[in-house]
Nanobody, 114 residues
Framework: QVQLVESGGGLVQPGGSLRLSCAAS????????MAWYRQAPGKQRDFVAH???????AYADSVKGRFTISRDNAKNTVYLQMNSLKPEDTAVYYC????????WGQGTQVTVSS
């Protein structure tokens, strides 16, 4: 079993920045990937960014150049640095752990509004 604890969400003005964190604990495989997804009200959950253990990354087109995913393997933690935030980035952001089994975090709300 793997537990995921997310933090860092909140309210920010357009153009602002936030940094999300997701710490994994429990029975963690050596070769796991992590990702961020988001879900806006009334919409499906969408892919945001992905990072492999060797730090190969991938991004949704909508966040390329604005968001950066990174990880600290020693801390089993993944981060999402979000810059130049837009109102359309408003959503609940979920951490996803992909190892022998897959797990979701509880979600953290990000609201971009003036």
């Amino acid at each position: 079993q793997v537990q995921l604890v997310e933090s860092g969400g909140g309210l920010v003005q357009p153009g602002g920045s936030l940094r999300l964190s997701c710490a994994a604990s429990g029975s963690i495989d050596r070769n796991y990937h992590m990702a961020w997804y988001r879900q806006a009200p009334g919409k499906q959950r969408d892919f945001v960014a992905h990072i492999t253990r060797d730090r190969t990354t991938a991004y949704a087109d909508s966040v390329k150049g604005r968001f950066t995913i990174s990880r600290d393997n020693a801390k089993n933690t993944v981060y999402l640095q979000m810059n130049s935030l837009k109102p359309e980035d408003t959503a609940v952001y979920y951490c996803f752990f992909q190892g022998g089994r897959s797990y979701w975090g509880q979600g953290t709300q990000v609201t971009v509004s003036s």
